[in-house]
């Protein structure tokens, strides 16, 4: 799998991370597509790239409708994504003030591709800092959110450092430094929104430069 490796300095002290309120939850991330749901002629015409989606899911947890909110440039993946998530995707529902299941909206990405032509939505950085806080446990994931402009507009954490400091500058520090390419929607009306995955270490000076010299 692809990674972009981006060293920076991590400075304390930055806008908190967004966050969904109550938002639907994935229950089969792993697995849902596959090597062989590769669209044969895709395949020929060694097509790629990042399909991201946004699914509206019901009450119930099943994802009722798909609209392509970052197209690969190839409708067969987008096509497929879409048909894919809706039919094997299920989700313990949004809940509101009270409690009770709602519906909701869901944003997801899937990468196509094979060998030389992997196409990936992961990203990894190595972040620096002077001194690692007390409460730093481990490195920060993240779903992060490129507008149409492909700058990021919405940094969800999936996974704490275990230091709200060290999670709330990462997702500062991804703000100002990481875009992508101005995704397209595959409709008119669909707001384009890009969706990709963040691991964040966060190291020392030392350690840092240790991993930059390998």
Same mark, same amino acid.
Request: one cysteine or more; aromatic letters at 6%.
């Given at each position: ?6 060293? $920076?300095?991590?400075?304390?002290? &930055?806008?908190?991370?967004?966050? !969904?309120?109550?938002?639907? #939850? /994935?229950?089969?991330? %792993? ?75 869901? $944003?997801?990405?899937?990468?196509? &591709?094979?060998?030389?032509?992997? !196409?990936?939505?992961?990203? #990894? /950085?190595?972040?620096? %800092? ?75 000076? $030392? ?8």
């Amino acid at each position: 799998m692809a990674y972009l490796l981006f060293l $920076a300095a991590l400075a304390l002290g &930055g806008p908190a991370p967004a966050k !969904a309120d109550q938002p639907p #939850r /994935l229950r089969n991330p %792993a697995g849902m597509i596959g090597r062989d749901d590769y669209p044969k002629d895709s395949l020929k015409r060694e097509e790629f790239g990042v399909v991201s989606v946004a699914l509206e899911v019901s009450p119930q947890g099943r994802a009722t409708a798909c609209a392509v909110t970052e197209s690969s440039g190839f409708v067969a993946l987008d096509t497929a994504t879409c048909a894919l998530l809706q039919n094997r995707a299920r989700f313990e529902a949004a809940k509101d003030a009270a409690g009770q299941p709602v519906a909701g909206r869901f $944003a997801l990405s899937t990468s196509w &591709g094979m060998g030389e032509h992997m !196409a990936s939505s992961n990203i #990894r /950085l190595t972040l620096q %800092a002077a001194k690692l806080p007390e409460d730093y446990r481990q490195s920060v994931r993240a779903q992060v959110a490129f507008d149409e402009t492909g700058h990021i507009h919405a940094c969800d954490i999936l996974q704490s450092s275990g230091s709200a400091a060290v999670d709330r500058d990462a997702c500062a520090f991804m703000a100002r430094k990481l875009t992508v390419p101005p995704p397209k929607s595959l409709a008119p009306g669909v707001r384009p929104e890009a969706i990709r995955y963040v691991l964040a270490q966060v190291m020392t000076r $030392a350690e840092a430069e240790k991993v930059a010299a390998q």
